[in-house]
């Protein structure tokens, strides 16, 4: 086969490719440095550059057993990186998962190759796509991964979990044409972002939120395919990849950020009218010029998917608007705030809209039909238990429901009772201490 | 028969056994200022060998470097066979009296070795059978995690509201993944913490008196959170270890799974010497740390050098931590300094406000409480700029409020990542790519180009104070006769970025705080007329042309940095620049010392550039911290200046002479010397067992607020220091010594000191400090053990001693 069809060097791979070096230049140099005191710390280096430019092939592959090779490697880097980062700990439950996700893809390759079947091939995708994207009930490998260094969180987070979306976006011709995989889709995304969302509500160690933060995450750019925003996914993924993997780089910096408060001054007591007028300034002419942005310059369709979109994303401004207009120290200040958030969403719907355009991502054929009814409503019921969960922590903080999902969200990422190693006073071994000469057969 | 007690006195009951049982561990400061302290601190009075023996293995921990680690010693020759003859015969004449060290003293050393290394080596002080964690570790680790920390969660646990046993009791009750009839229990239970204990005490059928015993091993189970537990009841007091065994314990009985078994005692075993493994130890231990000992105080003088220094131009005092001893001696040698030791919150036990801030913090050693407030106020005039520095500390929070927008709202986060992603990517890259070139220094919470400000002492201290304080800070420094025109104070503090443990680097005396602002505030002090006109009537004359300046050492660039200059006359700024160019000398001849040792660093000529670690994100290593600290002088600097002591001693400046009442030795030996065996068992217990004293690697820690760290998704707290701090991947940097107190004062004083101070008693007789004092004849050094006074030999002579010890390896890495 000529090496032309092999890899393909399309829009969507050329912005995966920024994604992945963007990722490699943050993250390699930082393994180098960080993991000078780790045992494997050479080894996990290796394996950080090995995850990442398997994830680089995927996003090139233009054959699908070629993306299959990719993939594989791509598992056996990730797993290479776990066990000798985060010993046995670090893998117990990543190895079954992926290799289970790995399986499914070969199957699905083969379900291609022999033709017909497309929705077998279709649901075998989804299957993989969800395990790698650490949708529930798979989300568990993804919070062990934590044995490992912050190095390796972080090309798991900015690449490795990326290859769901990656496989999903490149495949989606066939998807489309499988109501049955669209609707397991929506279904896990749906799943994934509602109980990601809590997860990283309640979570108060900053790696465990980022985890969970992922799986929400990963739920929403899913739901995006389910739906037939590709070029909306691809985004998201990309962004989040740079979002997730800098925030895991910098998750040692809580203790400053803490004392940055403290030497801030007090906050000022704002009576309630006020605070309403603050958040109204920080909010409003954000979310009025995200809406008017996308609304002239959107490429895509102006249909009730893209509104969900649209609602997301003004959610996320004026969330950030209203904190910082409250955080402000006077109304000029707060109004500044206000001004500064209308030009930033301005400019991100720009640029979206820009960026969507050049992509130029297969949608579905007959938009009007659409992927069916299915993935709508259950994005529909994940956005309004989003909205429900907000509401009963504004509300009844203390009830009865509200402490029922408190107690989901802390149990979210497993127990691991009796297996993880643990630091306590009957900690397993000695033969865990990684790093410690003494008492190590010297 | 406690059931037919009366309720309350049975929750008193239960109360009691709590508070005993809480003394498994010494409470863990967290991480927002961390403080060393000596893990097993509650059984300092039982000495260091029953501490080995007891308090540690409680904790699943060992006291001492395993037999294998020792051994590697012997072999690379860090230990020699003289020194662990030397060590065993010592051992076996404490062991068994005059008869033991009889029955050894015809054998030769090496024989003598030989029969002390033919026992099969088994891990000495190795913890009991080591049982996995279990359901109940399992669920009470995720609750303190959730409820120790409430404030890092956007929907926190409602402690706020019900207590750290209320809550749990809400949310267990409701919890779908327990067991229904697991859950109705935990809803019946009592609604406080202490009658819950009560009950579920009564329900395992304990017998009163192994309760506490039973609690105990319980705490133990979750040393992290118990030391955790018991810092937050000593200090905002709104858990106890009552609350943390209420939950344990009601769990136990709803889960019904029963309290176990006390351990059953372990058999000793003894070596062909008859010493069992806590006296194997000791005698390694010994072993270990004679060459350190001997290599130490050949260089401490045991009389004043025979030349007298000319007047010096500046004298800087420092504080008292190891990392002075190597800028004091690289300024020295630049030119006619005088510098001495001392506390580095130089007697202001202040809670200090910094400009604008909303929260002040208690920057003083914890053994003291704070007394008064001191707050800092632009200097008149600098309205303006103190306006600006409010408006730019206000927007930074609202730039990092925005930031974290995610937390705030379900839902938020999903197109939040996708807005801020593209400004990440770059940011990220440069960061490590730049590795800390090209970046800005300062932490996030020290604000650059602020006003000129003061701090306002006359508001925080009456006159009579402020005298009061100046007197004790002189006559505790022995500067009743100020020698120099300019006297600088230096605090310390390290610039780190992206490390959790920033703050364990910084002033331990200033309560885990940058050091700048107890500096500025005693300078001030000092420099007033009225101080100074009072201070002269209780005969402390301070010559008028005398200033008193304030400065910071940042310790991972060794930059000194004057912090307040404000007394100095315009016309004298001279001999500030002179003295500035000095220690700008100094601080390149330390780096390039420092980087020979640093992981990493570039060595050799064009300056080595330690301070851009600092502000890598990536770096663990940003500097070795208190690594190595071996010993402590407290003396005149004449005893040591000149010599170099590698930045392993701390080092107190004391005058015997002037000290006729012995006041201010008994303040050294009661804070400073205790301050330093803290850390130093610190450090030492970290390097033992980096797996249960220690925190474990960093790059593996997952911070849950300001409490400190777990390692991974789950678990304990982690306790202690870091490995990067005690550690590279070629083995420990770090030698795990017991501290050598080396007291230039009348031993008849000193006796006094430890006979009417509990504190010291404990630490001399419990084998925690090695305290000698100089000999009668010169050259000879005297060892207090509860015994007594006897002299201390050193084994080998002092030209191997130079020659012997360098066991810091270069790391390539």
Request: aromatic share 4%; proline share 6%; charged share 20%.
């Amino acid at each position: 086969m000529p090496p032309a069809s092999l890899l393909s060097l399309e829009p969507l791979s050329i912005l995966l490719l920024v994604l992945v070096v963007g990722i490699a230049l943050a993250v390699l140099p930082y393994a180098h440095r960080s993991l000078r005191g780790d045992r494997h710390g050479v080894g996990v280096t290796v394996a950080i550059g090995g995850m990442l430019a398997a994830t680089d092939l995927i996003a090139l592959a233009a054959q699908p057993w070629l993306v299959a090779l990719a993939w594989s490697a791509a598992t056996i880097a990730t797993l290479v990186a776990l066990r000798l980062g985060g010993g046995a700990a670090a893998v117990r439950r990543a190895a079954p998962w992926l290799v289970v996700g790995d399986l499914a893809l070969w199957a699905a390759v083969a379900a291609i190759a022999t033709g017909g079947r497309t929705d077998l091939a279709a649901v075998l995708l989804v299957v993989a796509a969800g395990i790698r994207c650490a949708a529930p009930p798979a989300h568990g490998w993804l919070v062990d991964s934590l044995h490992a260094p912050t190095p390796v969180s972080s090309a798991l987070h900015g690449g490795i979990v990326n290859g769901g979306g990656i496989l999903l976006i490149s495949q989606f011709a066939l998807l489309q044409q499988s109501p049955l995989a669209l609707g397991l889709l929506g279904l896990l995304a749906a799943v994934a972002v509602v109980a990601g969302t809590i997860g990283a509500l309640v979570r108060t160690d900053v790696k465990g939120r980022l985890v969970l933060s992922t799986v929400a995450q990963m739920g929403f750019m899913l739901l995006c395919i389910a739906l037939g925003l590709t070029a909306a996914a691809a985004l998201h993924l990309v962004a989040h990849g740079f979002y997730k993997s800098a925030l895991f780089l910098g998750s040692s910096d809580g203790i400053d950020r803490r004392a940055a408060d403290r030497r801030a001054p007090a906050v000022i007591r704002l009576s309630p009218a006020g605070r309403r007028g603050r958040m109204l300034v920080g909010a409003l002419p954000a979310v009025l010029a995200l809406v008017v942005t996308a609304l002239a310059l959107y490429p895509g369709g102006r249909g009730l998917p893209e509104a969900l979109l649209l609602l997301v994303m003004a959610a996320a401004i004026a969330t950030a608007g209203y904190r910082a207009a409250l955080a402000a120290r006077t109304l000029p200040h707060a109004l500044v705030v206000g001004a500064l958030a209308a030009g930033a969403a301005t400019a991100f719907a720009a640029v979206t809209s820009a960026l969507t355009g050049l992509l130029a991502l297969p949608s579905f054929v007959d938009s009007a039909a659409g992927g069916g009814v299915v993935p709508l409503v259950l994005a529909v019921l994940a956005l309004s238990a989003l909205a429900a969960v907000a509401a009963l922590r504004g509300l009844a903080p203390t009830g009865r429901l509200a402490l029922r999902i408190l107690a989901l969200g802390h149990c979210l990422g497993g127990s691991g009772a009796g297996r993880a190693p643990r630091t306590g006073a009957a900690r397993p071994a000695r033969t865990a201490r990684s790093l410690d000469p003494i008492g190590a057969s010297a | 028969m406690t059931t037919l007690l009366p309720t309350t006195a049975r929750i008193l009951r239960a109360r009691a056994d709590a508070e005993i049982a809480a003394n498994v561990i010494a409470p863990y400061y967290g991480l927002d200022a961390a403080i060393a302290v000596n893990p097993v601190l509650p059984s300092l009075r039982e000495g260091m060998p029953a501490a080995l023996r007891s308090a540690a293995p409680a904790l699943g921990a060992r006291g001492s470097a395993g037999e294998s680690w020792y051994r590697a010693q012997l072999d690379g020759g860090r230990i020699s066979t003289a020194e662990l003859a030397a060590a065993i015969r010592a051992q076996l004449a404490s062991v068994r009296g005059a008869g033991g060290a009889a029955m050894v003293a015809d054998t030769a050393d090496a024989a003598l070795v030989e029969r002390f290394l033919a026992t099969s080596p088994h891990e000495a002080l190795e913890a009991g059978d080591p049982t996995a964690p279990d359901e109940i570790d399992e669920q009470l680790t995720r609750w303190c995690r959730a409820a120790l920390a409430p404030e890092a969660a956007a929907w926190p646990v409602p402690v706020d509201e019900l207590g750290f046993y209320g809550a749990w009791r809400a949310v267990a009750s409701v919890d779908p993944r327990m067991p229904r009839s697991a859950r109705r229990r935990i809803e019946e239970a009592p609604a406080a913490a202490d009658a819950a204990l009560a009950a579920a005490l009564e329900a395992t059928g304990l017998p009163a008196g192994d309760r506490a015993d039973a609690l105990r091993r319980e705490l133990a189970r979750t040393p992290g959170w118990t030391a955790y537990v018991r810092w937050r009841a000593q200090t905002s007091g709104d858990v106890e270890v009552v609350d943390l065994l209420a939950v344990r314990l009601t769990l136990r009985v709803a889960l019904e799974m029963p309290l176990p078994e006390a351990p059953t005692d372990a058999r000793v075993v003894r070596d062909a010497l008859g010493l069992d493994a806590v006296e194997r130890a000791l005698v390694w231990q010994a072993a270990l740390e004679a060459r350190v000992h001997e290599r130490l105080l050949s260089r401490v003088r045991t009389a004043p050098a025979d030349e007298t220094p000319p007047a010096p131009s500046a004298h800087l005092v420092f504080c008292i931590d190891v990392r002075s001893e190597g800028i004091r001696r690289h300024l020295e040698a630049q030119g006619p300094y005088a510098t001495s030791g001392f506390a580095g919150f130089f007697g202001i036990a202040a809670e200090v406000e910094p400009l604008a801030a909303s929260a002040a913090s208690a920057a003083l050693p914890v053994l003291l409480s704070p007394r008064y407030r001191v707050s800092e106020r632009p200097v008149p005039g600098a309205w303006r700029g103190a306006r600006s520095l409010v408006d730019r500390l206000a927007a930074g929070r609202a730039w990092r409020s925005a930031l974290k927008a995610p937390d705030s709202v379900a839902g938020a986060p999903l197109g939040w990542a996708e807005m801020t992603g593209w400004l990440w990517g770059p940011v990220a890259a440069s960061r490590s790519i730049l590795a800390g070139a090209a970046t800005r220094g300062g932490r996030a919470d020290d604000p650059v180009g602020g006003p000129a400000t003061l701090f306002d002492v006359d508001s925080a201290l009456s006159v009579e104070d402020q005298l009061a304080t100046a007197e004790v800070i002189l006559r505790t420094m022995g500067m009743t006769t100020p020698d120099a025109p300019l006297i600088v104070l230096v605090g310390h503090g390290s610039t780190t970025t992206n490390n959790a443990y920033r703050t364990a680097l910084d002033c331990g005396a200033c309560g885990g705080h940058r050091g700048a602002p107890n500096a500025r505030i005693a300078a001030a002090i000092l420099n007033s007329e009225a101080v100074r006109a009072g201070l002269a009537a209780r005969g402390i004359e301070i010559p008028a042309e005398t200033v008193f300046l304030a400065a910071e050492h940042d310790t991972v660039s060794d930059a000194i940095t004057i912090v307040d200059s404000s007394a100095l006359p315009a016309e004298r700024r001279g001999e500030l620049e002179a003295l500035l160019a000095d220690a700008v000398r100094a601080a390149e001849e330390l780096q390039a010392e420092r980087a020979a040792e640093l992981p990493g660093a570039r060595t050799g000529a064009g300056g080595s550039r330690l301070e851009r670690r600092g502000r890598d994100w990536a770096q663990v290593y940003p500097e070795w911290g208190l690594a190595r600290n071996a010993a402590i002088v407290i003396g005149p600097r004449s005893r040591t200046a000149g010599v170099d002591l590698e930045r392993r001693a701390f080092l107190h400046s004391y005058d015997a002479e002037a000290d006729v009442d012995g006041q201010a030795l008994e303040t050294i030996l009661t804070a400073p010397l205790v301050v330093a065996h803290w850390i130093n068992a610190q450090y030492y217990f970290s390097a033992v067992d980096p797996e249960v004293l220690g925190a474990g690697s960093k790059t593996v820690h997952n911070l849950v607020g300001g409490a400190g760290v777990l390692t991974g998704p789950r678990g304990d707290l982690r306790i202690g220091l870091p490995w990067q701090s005690i550690g590279t991947r070629a083995g420990l940097h770090h030698e795990p010594l017991r501290l050598l107190a080396v007291v230039d004062a009348p031993l008849e004083r000193i006796d006094g000191i430890i006979q009417r101070a509990d504190i010291v008693a404990d630490l001399v007789h419990g084998d925690w400090v090695v305290l000698v004092a100089p000999g009668t004849e010169p050259g000879t050094w005297v060892r207090r053990t509860r015994d007594g006074w006897a002299p201390y030999s050193l084994t080998i002579s002092t030209s191997a001693a130079e020659a012997a010890v360098n066991p810091d390896e270069k790391e390539a890495a």
